[in-house]
């Protein structure tokens, strides 16, 4: 799913107007938080499937010199290491929808033990995420969500949902970006429009440290901008959590992520406040944005 606000970013980066247009829309949110009645809300939203967003020129074009800066979206060795704030992991299953007027609305629903994320993949079929226990297990404790589809036990995979991000994302001559430096926690949905930020932020780095500009000012820009990123990220999931559940399992993460907030606010201390702003694609001194 890509919220119509990330498929904008998206529109406006690479210049096509009618990017996935001809996907089928979300058009309501239907939230059972905290042990309440389900609320429904609008939602403005694409179903994509497999695939749909490797669209991107492939940037195979061989360079004619000594590249000065490596931009990766992989994690070069498994040495690197990662910042983790908390241990949530997911599990995913496809589902049958029992309800028609389900096709185009997703389902958010809080249970004892964690919450479940309900995304339509068409007019009967969709995606069930559960986010702290296997999705069976939290359906059964699902009152709402439960008895509109079908799961099918036999097909689940498993994801890490725990934000996170890599102790060194910026250093002389290498920049990391893309969710293998970088990933938010699933309830605030946030993930690609942050990865296309980053894209935008790390070309106008090398872009301007190849005109002149000195590099460490821009890496400790870079630095600041992705803890800020992580801490205001974490400081949203913190409310989510807080008015999910009030069991074991919901404590912990709200600890988990009381933590992580304080070692990204110590690291901000340790970085020089943001000095450049965006302009475009240009990263200029924000004495001269203003």
Known sequence: MLSDPARALLRDCLDQPSLFSEKP??????????????????????????????????????????????????RTSPDDQLERFGDRF?????????????AQACWVEAVEDGWLFMIPSGAET???????????HLLD??????????????KTAQFDTTPRMLRTMAKEGFLACGSASMAFDPICGDG???????????????????EGEDAEPLLGHYRAMMTAAMRRHLRLCSEFYA?????PWWRAQQEALAEGFAACSARLEREPPPRYALKGFRLVPRELAT
């Open 25 to 74: 829309r979300i058009t309501r949110r239907i939230v059972a938080w905290g042990g309440q009645e389900p609320v429904a809300l609008p939602h403005q939203a694409v179903m994509l499937g497999a695939g749909d967003l490797d669209f991107a020129p492939s940037g195979n074009a061989h360079a004619t010199g000594d590249a000065e800066w490596t931009i990766t979206t992989t």
């Open 90 to 102: 997911g599990e995913t299953a496809p589902v049958r929808l029992l309800e028609a007027d389900d």
């Open 126 to 136: 969709g995606w069930l995420l559960a986010i702290g226990a296997p999705c069976a």
């Open 141 to 154: 404790q699902s009152r709402h969500l439960a008895p509109r589809l079908v799961l099918d036990a036999s």
């Open 192 to 210: 690609t429009a942050l990865s296309v930020r980053q894209a935008i932020l790390v070309s106008a780095i090398a872009v301007a440290c190849h």
């Open 243 to 247: 008015s999910g559940g009030t069991g």
